[in-house]
């Protein structure tokens, strides 16, 4: 389920090659996003405009929030929403290891469980320091919660981050203990 997913936005023109492959690009990825056409109507001209310091039309630029790309590679579009929308990516169930993994350009952000009574003991979450505070704790934690109930666990949270989560959450209060 992808949650709390900010504005996404692509400055551009209807005629231009780079424009229509942001487009391209964007549609493939499935996230909403609004096309604001900076020859066609003059107000996405002049907020596009005050994105930068210049105050020139520079188009493509692609918005993700308040974070601005200009003419972004794929690979640094993908990147960047990677990093400002941790709930696109999938989680992973390491059972070798006993944890839940969310890998971020490079990064891992984990859940460590031991097993006991047939239960899932939840007790250590983990978020690389760079990826502190923007949402990628909390996403870890609820991804490894609807993976570990797709697949038929029960779990008790142990450690007081995961704890937190769960006792926020009106849906898991009831299901994790």
């Known amino acids: 389920m992808i949650r709390n997913?900010?504005?996404?936005k692509l400055y551009g023109a209807e005629g231009c090659h780079k424009t229509r492959y942001?487009?391209?690009v964007l549609?493939?990825?499935?996230?909403p996003y609004a096309f604001l056409d900076v020859e066609a109507n003059k107000?996405?001209?002049e907020e596009l405009k005050s994105l930068y310091e210049n105050r020139k039309l520079n188009f493509p630029t692609i918005t993700i929030g308040s974070k601005k790309l200009r003419n972004p590679?794929?690979?640094d579009l993908i990147k960047w929403m990677h990093k400002l929308i941790p709930n696109m990516l999938p989680i992973k169930h390491d059972t070798v290891n006993k944890k839940f993994t969310l890998h971020i350009n490079g990064e891992e952000a984990k859940?460590?469980?031991v097993w006991k009574?047939?239960?899932?003991?939840?007790?250590h979450s983990e978020v690389p320091y760079n990826l502190r505070g923007k949402g990628v704790g909390k996403e870890l934690v609820l991804k490894s919660f609807e993976k570990l109930h797709e697949e038929g666990h029960k779990a008790v949270a142990v450690c007081s981050y995961i704890k937190l989560v769960k006792n926020r959450n009106e849906y898991w209060k009831n299901i994790i203990e």
Do not use: C, F
């Open 111 to 113: 859940v460590e469980y």
């Open 22 to 24: 942001y487009k391209l």
């Open 43 to 45: 107000q996405h001209a």
């Open 5 to 8: 997913v900010p504005e996404i």
């Open 73 to 75: 590679y794929k690979e």
């Open 27 to 31: 549609d493939d990825i499935g996230l």
């Open 117 to 123: 009574n047939g239960k899932m003991y939840l007790v």
